[in-house]
T-cell receptor
Framework: DGGITQSPKYLFRKEGQNVTLSCEQN?????MYWYRQDPGQGLRLIYY???????QKGDIAEGYSVSREKKESFPLTVTSAQKNPTAFYLC???????????FGPGTRLTVL | GENVEQHPSTLSVQEGDSAVIKCTYS??????FPWYKQELGKRPQLIID?????GEKKDQRIAVTLNKTAKHFSLHITETQPEDSAVYFC????????????FGGGTRVLVKP
């Protein structure tokens, strides 16, 4: 469980502000992912990265941006263009050879 | 792209009874089907998975079955215990999608003592 971490655990944002969620892993995984989870719903893919300096849009990328400058890190920025950002955000990682994804503890973002 | 539907959305069972959750998928190329358990406020954790070359897999009280022809797979929990209470998610991934998972909407399972 300690292999993938997210910070902060709780985050409050005013409307119109950009915020960045941190995701770090020490599992030596090549692939990393960001999901959004809304109450009573499943996980929806925002962005994913199979390798350093490369990433692809998932199903709900609008209003979000990412970077992958280091293998260990995959930060997610929630921009002011995201109209309904209040949600639980989960980061995950996996090797390129195996399908199993390991999840971080999540960040709960609330827009005030 | 892949679409995964999961039923039921909520399931209440008496302790000791069995629970069954069903998922259907749309992409016949999908070849990996994991099940995750998420306890309240915690991260999802893999509990069992199955690949398309296998029809059934068991691990103690949990089992997963896969019907490739009908494009559906199911999670079976036997002898349910209160600690089985959680939200369960199924997922699928086509081989061409790398390791990208498409999740079902989740099933909230409540085991009543």
């Amino acid at each position: 469980d300690g292999g993938i971490t997210q910070s902060p655990k709780y985050l409050f944002r005013k409307e119109g502000q950009n915020v960045t969620l941190s995701c770090e892993q020490n599992l030596n995984h090549d692939a990393m992912y960001w999901y959004r989870q809304d109450p009573g719903q499943g996980l929806r893919l925002i962005y994913y990265s199979q390798i350093v300096n490369d990433f692809q849009k998932g199903d709900i990328a609008e209003g979000y941006s990412v970077s992958r400058e280091k293998k260990e890190s995959f930060p997610l920025t929630v921009t002011s263009a995201q109209k309904n950002p209040t949600a639980f955000y989960l980061c995950a990682s996996s090797t390129r050879q195996e399908n199993e994804q390991f999840f971080g503890p999540g960040t709960r973002l609330t827009v005030l | 792209g892949e679409n995964v539907e999961q039923h039921p959305s909520t399931l209440s069972v008496q302790e000791g009874d069995s629970a069954v959750i069903k998922c259907t998928y749309s992409d016949s190329a999908s070849n990996y089907f994991p099940w995750y358990k998420q306890e309240l406020g915690k991260r999802p954790q893999l509990i069992i998975d199955i690949r398309s070359n296998v029809g059934e897999k068991k691990d103690q009280r949990i089992a997963v079955t896969l019907n490739k022809t009908a494009k559906h797979f199911s999670l079976h929990i036997t002898e349910t215990q209160p600690e089985d209470s959680a939200v369960y998610f199924c997922a699928a991934t086509p081989k061409a999608a790398g390791n990208k998972l498409t999740f079902g909407g989740g099933t909230r399972v409540l085991v009543k003592p």
